[in-house]
C-alpha cells in the first residue's frame, strides 16, 4: 500500500509540470537504457520514475543477485551546456535491506551542438565516488535528427560507453575483488549496463507519440512513448523484444512565467 501511494504521489506532482520529457531509463535524454545528445535550449527540471524487472535490474545487490528495481530520477541544467543528473535506486522486495537507497550522479557536458550537416556531441562522466558504481556512465554520444511533412521526426544516436570505471568496487568480498581504488573492468563484477557500442533510432510521426528502437550494448529493446496534454509523458519498453518496463516523466521549466500572467494572458 505505501508504495501504491508513493506512486500516486508521484503523478500527481507530474501534473503540475508545464510540458512533458522524453527521457531513458534513468533520467536522461535518450530510448530506454541508452541515452542521447539532444538538448533542449529550455532550462527545466526533469523528474522521472521507471521500473526494471529483476532479469534487467542494473543493480546486483546482496549476493550478487538481481531483484526488480525502482530507479527514481531528476536532471537539473546547469549551464547551457552542463546537466547534473542523480538516481536513486529502490529495490522493493527488500525495502528494508537497503536503507534509502542506492545513491548516484553523473554530469553531462555537451561538447557540439546540432546543425544542419553536424550531429549533437555529449559527453557523460560519473564521479569516482558514491554507493552506485553499478550505475557509471562515462560515455560520449552523437545523436542527429531528420524530419520531415510526412514522416514527422527521425532522431538517431550512437555512441561509445567504457567498459571500465574509476573508484572501489562494491562488496568487493563478494566479487573477490581487492579493496584498492583503481580503473576496474565492470564485466569482473557482472556489470553490464553501457558496455561498450549503443545505438538508438527514435521515430516521432507526431507531437504526441513516438517508437523507440535501442541497441544497449547487450540486447535490442523497444518501446512507445505517449504525451499527455503537454504534461506528462509515459512510455512503455519492452526488454530484448519480450519483458516489459515502464517509465514516467515530467519538465517543470525553471524559466516561466508566473501562473498570474499566463492566467491573464488567457484572458
Known amino acids: 500500500m505505501a508504495s501504491i501511494k508513493k506512486i500516486v504521489f508521484f ?14 531509463i534513468v533520467g536522461k535524454s535518450g530510448a530506454i537504457f541508452t541515452p542521447s545528445a539532444e538538448w533542449s535550449e529550455h ?10 524487472p529483476s532479469a534487467y535490474s542494473i543493480n546486483k545487490f546482496v549476493g550478487g543477485v538481481r531483484r526488480t528495481e525502482n530507479i527514481y530520477s531528476i536532471s537539473v541544467p546547469v549551464t547551457g551546456f552542463m546537466k547534473i543528473h542523480a538516481n536513486l535506486t529502490r529495490l522493493p522486495e527488500i525495502p ?4 534509502i537507497g542506492d545513491r548516484h550522479f553523473d554530469f553531462s557536458f555537451l561538447l557540439l551542438k546540432e546543425l544542419e550537416r553536424r550531429p549533437a556531441i555529449l559527453l557523460v562522466l560519473s564521479p569516482n565516488f558514491g554507493w552506485a558504481n553499478f550505475m557509471s556512465q562515462d560515455l560520449i554520444v ?7 511533412n510526412r514522416l514527422g521526426l527521425i532522431v538517431a544516436s550512437m555512441g561509445y560507453a567504457s567498459p571500465f570505471y574509476l573508484g572501489r568496487p562494491p562488496h ?18 557482472d556489470r553490464h549496463y ?12 507526431r507531437d504526441f507519440v513516438a517508437l523507440l528502437l535501442e541497441h544497449d550494448s547487450q ?24 519483458d516489459p518496463a515502464f517509465t514516467l516523466a515530467t519538465r517543470i521549466p525553471l524559466n516561466s512565467e508566473p501562473f498570474e500572467m ?3 494572458r488567457k484572458k
Open 11 to 24: 503523478i500527481f506532482f507530474c501534473l503540475v509540470g508545464q510540458s512533458y520529457g522524453q527521457v531513458n
Open 43 to 52: 532550462n527545466s527540471l526533469i523528474f522521472s520514475t521507471s521500473y526494471v
Open 96 to 99: 528494508d535491506s537497503i536503507g
Open 142 to 148: 552523437a545523436t542527429k535528427s531528420f524530419s520531415s
Open 172 to 189: 568487493p568480498d563478494v566479487f573477490g575483488l581487492p579493496n584498492t581504488f583503481k580503473f576496474h573492468r565492470k564485466k569482473d563484477m
Open 194 to 205: 553501457l558496455v561498450g557500442f549503443f545505438g538508438s533510432v527514435k521515430w516521432q510521426p
Open 219 to 242: 540486447k535490442w529493446n523497444m518501446g512507445l512513448m505517449l504525451r499527455w496534454k503537454e504534461y506528462l509523458s509515459v512510455q512503455g519498453h519492452l526488454l530484448n523484444g519480450k
Open 262 to 264: 499566463r492566467n491573464a
